[in-house]
């Protein structure tokens, strides 16, 4: 079964500073990996994807990933934080042999500090 | 925001009661998968919906159990209510199982 881990609880970072959030991914087959943020009493927005091809991918409101294969990571970065950046982020992963459920991490709180 | 709607936003139920929660996906969407999520945890699969047919499961008992209308929007009912029930539960649809899932604003369920 597939499970993504996301090891830290909460994230600090002052506005401007670089934004990186962690994620390491266990799949049998090709993984299909995703980034959602939440707001408080929000349900989940889609942020970025990787499903082949380059290992950049560039997503929303000036966030990217990067997949490495070699370290089964898909960490979620973004070069400036802003203050409204502050969110609840979860990393996602589907195998891409056909199971169609997506399992996702614990979530990371992510606190900009203006 | 998405175009996945459900209804409704928040809803207080007593142990041993039932519950439906309703779900509109997104126009063209013909998936649509529900997921539990408990305070301070991810979503948890609950199971999906393709074409009117249940397309996978999670680990999750009988009591919960789905519907997926003609029009693609789908049910999800609860029977005999447990207080670790209580959480958010949130609809999400998608064009196929290759594609983002876009979810809707959940349905905070609290079980008194």
């Known amino acids: 079964a597939q499970s993504v881990a996301q090891p830290e609880d909460q994230v600090n970072v002052a506005e401007g500073n670089p934004l990186t959030v962690k994620c390491t991914y266990s799949v049998s087959g090709n993984p299909y990996l995703f980034w959602y943020v939440q707001y408080p009493n929000r349900g989940l927005q889609f942020l970025l994807k990787?499903?082949?091809?380059?290992?950049l991918v560039k997503g929303s409101y000036g966030f990217e990933a990067e997949f490495n294969k070699s370290q089964t990571s898909f960490h979620l970065k973004k070069p400036s934080a802003l203050v409204s950046d502050s969110a609840l982020y979860f990393c996602a992963v589907r195998d891409g042999g056909g199971n169609n459920r997506l399992a996702f991490g614990k979530g990371n709180q992510v606190v900009v500090i203006p | 925001e998405t175009g996945v709607t459900q209804s409704p936003t928040h809803l207080i139920k007593t142990r041993g009661q039932q519950v439906t929660l309703r779900c509109s996906s997104q126009s063209g969407h013909n998936t649509v998968s529900w997921y539990q999520q408990a305070l301070g945890q991810g979503p948890q699969f609950i199971f999906q919906y393709y074409r009117e047919e249940e397309n996978g499961r999670g680990n999750f008992p009988p009591r919960f159990s789905g519907l997926q209308f003609p029009n693609y929007s789908s049910e999800l009912n609860v029977n005999a209510l447990e207080l670790d029930d209580s959480a958010l539960y949130l609809c999400?649809?998608?064009?196929?199982?290759?594609?983002?899932?876009?979810f809707g604003q959940g349905t905070r369920l609290t079980v008194v």
């Open positions: 990787y499903i082949t091809g380059d290992n």
């Open positions: 999400a649809s998608s064009l196929d199982s290759v594609t983002e899932a876009f």
